[in-house]
């Protein structure tokens, strides 16, 4: 393939997947690569395109689920500091799209910045984050993107003004690229105001999640007019467990893996839980855990 040589450098081959994701669960990359720049990561697409190998983007890992075979093609990973920053210069801040969440609501604080905050405790990058707009019922994420710096399958660097940037969790456009920048306008506000509502959001949200030292992972998006959560608690199936995996007593939405836990493990999970609230409320309930 054209691009083992020119790549050598930022590529590894049958790479386990599973220490690079939340729930530590699935078998290796044919290949893993992590450019140090957008102008290697567009050449190396642009390769892909040409040598027709499928790629995928690894973020944080935190809503990825690696089957146990593991996954064909290229695996991506944009961890170096050209993918990981967070910069501001007045109300405006630029972060990679390789950065997490977490860095860019922490910057924006420090500099006084108010918008960012209500993403608190939300798990994952800037640019997994534009792509299927998190949020909670504080706000979203497309509330506060200005501008997202996409590459295209041939390696081709695009920026998107704000009303061409429609995210949502169905799927968008943003799907055929990758998100390599974003650029966020913030109201500059009192820090200690900030931190305080920075504060309320975490309580909040950390009070719906699994244990922090848990690897867990949230199953299935919520259906219209009702939760995940309830049509599984009132299928019964909260607690239920099949290997190593087992519904969460804290969120009946999320999965939490033990030792000896494999991919198929929640595999099965999953599709007993999809039947079972199927069966009893009517309502199949969608995926918002991807497997690859």
Not at 162 to 188: H, K, M, W
Not at 239 to 259: K, L, Q
């Amino acid at each position: 393939m054209p691009f083992q040589d020119a790549f050598a450098d930022i590529l590894r081959f049958q790479e386990p997947l599973a220490p690079y994701t939340h729930l530590r669960l699935g078998g290796p990359a044919q290949y893993l690569a992590q450019p140090r720049d957008v102008d290697e990561l567009g050449r190396l697409l642009a390769a892909c395109s040409q040598a027709r190998v499928p790629w995928r983007v690894l973020g944080a890992g935190c809503n990825v689920l690696v089957r146990d075979e593991g996954v064909a093609g290229m695996v991506i990973r944009l961890s170096e500091p050209a993918f990981t920053f967070v910069e501001s210069h007045d109300r405006l801040v630029k972060a990679g799209g390789g950065a997490t969440l977490a860095a860019l609501i922490s910057h924006a604080a420090q500099q006084g910045l108010a918008g960012a905050e209500s993403l608190i405790g939300i798990p994952g990058t800037v640019g997994g984050g534009i792509r299927v707009n998190v949020g909670s019922r504080f706000g979203a994420i497309d509330q506060i993107v200005s501008r997202v710096h996409l590459l295209d399958p041939q390696g081709e660097l695009h920026v998107l003004e704000r009303e061409e940037v429609t995210a949502g969790p169905q799927g968008n456009f943003l799907d055929a690229g990758i998100i390599v920048a974003a650029e966020f306008v913030l109201e500059p506000d009192n820090a200690d105001s900030i931190l305080k509502r920075m504060r309320r959001f975490w309580i909040h949200r950390k009070a719906q999640q699994p244990l922090s030292f848990q690897r867990a992972a949230r199953m299935f998006k919520d259906p219209k007019g009702t939760s995940a959560e309830v049509l599984i608690m009132e299928a019964g199936l909260k607690g239920t467990r099949v290997g190593g995996a087992e519904v969460s007593d804290r969120n009946a939405n999320y999965v939490v893996v033990h030792t000896g836990a494999s991919a198929r493990d929640v595999l099965r999970l999953m599709e007993m839980i999809r039947s079972r609230v199927h069966e009893t409320s009517g309502v199949l309930l969608q995926q918002a855990l991807a497997v690859w």
